[in-house]
């Protein structure tokens, strides 16, 4: 399969900034906004659409910046609008004038092609609806800029009104729009009915045609290819697939079956390997966590776990993958899991460095505690530092705690207080055995496990410098029984790092800090364990 | 349109508690199937394949209690197995014989359809694999049992060797499966390519064919559809799209999009309307929070943000839906949010009952306050319950704290102690004011929050016997940045129930307790102000 190198005839068009900002949960500043612009194109999209300058001073800010804060290599930036208001010249539509003063090279115009959103939301006329597209295409064409034209609700138009539908669509071609856009606004389409819609528009009019759809029937990534079957060269996505209600069709699983299942290269060379990178980065942008399920990229879309599949994937992984995990920036995971049993634990084992296919009954004291661990809340398919002393333990003769360990708690102890005069304090002592030695330390953080943290870390560092180089780089918590109000059993993931190597540990008690202190001691106990300290408490 | 009542002649198939059960994170009990499985007849799926019994002790359980314990009104119990081993006759194979003991009217086979499988990981010759479907399906067909058989790996497996794969289901249609259900088990198809095999493998074989599709190119949902539209009468899926890997095709969406958009009845007269409910019930069941996002059921898909999208809302709901969401027993939302601005805060307010449409300058004041608190890490968009407080503050002239409370606290502390008797206690003391009164109360509990709401409520029952009805039903708590460790700012959503309704309120602070304190605050008050409490603290 050869893929031809990316050019203008097909475009990957993102507007994660504009449209993705829509979704519950997102509220995105300017630096945000550059940031992921900085990735998308690095990535390699040819169109990003930045927002709708003039409407809001987040997005005139983010247009005056982006040229001089960005080294665009790869996309055009994108200004959004609408067509002129009616009733007014398009040359003094201060809205319009908003998009010419962005400076983008690129305009998208959102224009009606549903008569009765024509008549009930716009409350003009068909005909004038029709003025104001091709004013202010041509407006902005005279300007020099290219022009884009999303036809909002065409779908729902085309089966309301055809006639009508298409007359928008001729009508911004002829007046100069180079991509005349199709969108499912609502979301509510199914891939056949696009795909034969697309075919008979792009036929009846002659204009290039693109596609937006909206994910409400779980069909948008397949309503985007179904149009790109009938002919349109033009896909708006989302990262993430990010966006009003339940989102827009997700850039990356588009781009990857353009690629991987069309055989159209849509990306410079190399970009559909960062993938992965790139969709858990701007995650992290726009502080919503990665969806573990995400196609191609998340942590689960290459993790086995059935007994049926580990066995078999010791054959052969690409039985049972559609992909190398490898060609979007993935891995294959073995996941540590009761259902799975021993073909599991072996894989696991082996990923980390054990051996044990000699020894079945070690693996099956293994899957035992493992068992026991996932009843009581615990969960290892996350935490692999914590199932690696798991096994520790077990190769050293089972039960917990049975391998060497570097220090053994006493006692501790938090407070955390809100005092009259609005002052908090947040405090922890630990009272702990290493080499011999009792300490007894007390620590001051921004909260109880900040607390915590700081104080076993200072008790430890009297003993053992080499935890200077650790830092906790993620904290997750998680209450495992959502009906059962404060009093359910919690767990928490807790991610630590050397500065080379990062590790996760998992603990599970009745409240948070209870939790928090056994994901404490397993990652300083791993990360001294990856230091190689000589083992005695 | 009138849908025609479900028969035999289209299958709705849940396979939930077999391969749904294999989700990253899912691990179910007897019980937890017993609860899925009454949820899913009374939804009115056809058939429940509810694991392989006899493969572990978990299933055969299961077999044994369903029929006993459960009343089936719309659905058939299915057994889920594979076809005899090699060379082993199917009589005195155990694993069929497994099969039968379970009591299962229905049986599903397992068969390789792809030549590469049957030599590499079944180990057999291509002729074999052959007997081996025809006896068992043969032998239980004479055991009275109806079989489905699904052709695993089949649409990979036609494109190796298309012969081979329609062999496989000449062979099993000819020894008496009713329905050979064509799997796509690596999930790499897209819907074009499902459509056009499924159609060919009809006319070829004369089978009456079903469909299974896993999720990983994010197509599940459109390949069943583009499946039915082949020619398929069976529809495999999961709940909320459970399953290994990415997951599989998610039967809410599948079957409503088969009622709604195909006008095809595949349910009981009513059960749509039952969607929403039966998803977050199952996600509760199997401990997965409800995604958000999801297609129809989610709390985001019927939730509008834009202020584009509101003010054409107050015109008319349909012009930004694709169907109603009662259809699906979901609601419409307004999003507070500043993106959204002065309509949604209107139409938020109108739906709490305040009617803010005359007051410009208010709403104006209200959107700051929001903006303000939204920076610091509030959000309103599930918290109803904080929202009305706000609300109300700026309604009494504005600034926090203006409308009249129920309480002050003066101070509070919470302390969490590990002992070296390995015994742990959670203690925490409020001093507060109500009433005129000072109170300082001390409780214990399970984890500082929850002796903080003990002895929050201790106090403020003195005062106000109300809040004796008041009950923490749901606390969820979310570290805002991921990437700062511990001391990152914290955020805790709560709800609250008085036994007739339930509201949610927010808390931020630099840490789980002082955001869980604002929290109990705000749901406290919400309760006080309910219940018709005369305020003054």
Not at 182 to 191: E, R
Request: proline share 4%; net charge negative.
């Amino acid at each position: 399969m050869t893929l031809r190198t990316p050019d203008d005839s097909f475009h990957v068009f993102d507007t994660t900034l504009r449209d993705g900002a829509q979704r519950e949960g997102i509220n995105l500043t300017v630096a945000d906004k550059l940031t992921i612009a900085r990735h998308l194109d690095e990535y390699g999209v040819g169109f990003i659409e930045g927002g709708w300058p003039g409407a809001n001073p987040r997005d005139t800010e983010f247009f005056a910046r982006a040229p001089q804060e960005i080294d665009f290599g790869n996309a055009q930036l994108v200004a959004f609008g609408s067509t002129r208001r009616a009733g007014v010249p398009a040359q003094i539509d201060p809205q319009v004038t908003g998009l010419l003063d962005s400076g983008a090279p690129v305009v998208t115009l959102v224009a009606k092609a549903h008569d009765r959103h024509v008549e009930l939301a716009l409350r003009t006329t068909l005909e004038e609806n029709l003025s104001m597209i091709a004013d202010t295409v041509g407006h902005l064409r005279e300007k020099g800029r290219r022009v884009f034209v999303d036809c909002e609700h065409f779908f729902d138009g085309y089966q309301a009104n055809p006639d009508y539908a298409k007359q928008v669509v001729r009508t911004a071609h002829q007046a100069g729009a180079d991509v005349v856009v199709l969108c499912d606004t609502n979301g509510g389409m199914i891939p056949a009915r696009i795909q034969a819609v697309v075919r008979t528009v792009a036929a009846d009019t002659g204009a290039r045609l693109g596609i937006h759809a909206q994910d409400d029937t779980g069909c948008a990534v397949a309503n985007t290819l179904a149009a790109v079957d009938g002919g349109a060269t033009h896909v708006q996505c989302t990262a993430n697939g990010y966006g009003e209600r339940v989102g827009n069709a997700n850039l990356f699983p588009v781009v990857a079956a353009l690629e991987l299942k069309y055989g159209q290269r849509v990306l410079p060379e190399g970009a559909l390997a960062e993938t992965t990178r790139v969709s858990h980065a701007i995650a992290e942008v726009v502080n919503l966590t990665p969806s573990t399920h995400q196609p191609y990229v998340g942590t689960s879309a290459f993790a086995h776990k059935g007994g049926l599949h580990a066995s078999a994937i010791k054959v052969d992984p690409d039985l049972y993958q559609h992909i190398a995990p490898e060609l979007v920036g993935n891995t294959m995971r073995m996941l540590v899991s009761d259902m799975a049993g021993r073909a599991s634990v072996e894989l696991k084992g082996r990923e980390l460095g054990y051996d044990l296919g000699g020894d079945r009954e070690l693996v099956g004291r293994v899957v035992e505690r493992v068992k026991e661990q996932e009843l009581k809340g615990y969960t290892y398919e996350a935490a692999d530092a914590s199932f690696e002393l798991l096994l520790r333990d077990e190769v050293h003769g089972g039960a917990a705690g049975t391998a060497p360990r570097f220090f053994r708690a006493e006692s501790w102890r938090t407070i955390v207080e809100q005092r009259p005069d609005g002052e908090q304090v947040n405090e922890a002592t630990v009272k702990l055995w290493a080499k011999g030695e009792r300490i007894v330390v007390t620590g001051e953080g921004n909260g109880p496990v900040d607390a915590l943290d700081r104080a076993l870390r200072a008790g430890l560092e009297r003993i053992h410098p080499q935890l200077a180089r650790l830092n906790l780089v993620d904290y997750k918590v998680r209450i495992l029984e959502g009906t059962h109000g404060t009093s359910s059993t919690t767990r928490v993931l807790l991610s630590m790092s050397d500065g080379s190597a990062e590790w996760t540990t998992v603990g599970v008690g009745d409240n948070v800090i209870a939790a928090s202190w056994h994901a404490l001691d397993d990652g300083y106990t791993y990360g001294l364990l990856r230091a190689g300290v000589e083992a005695r408490d």
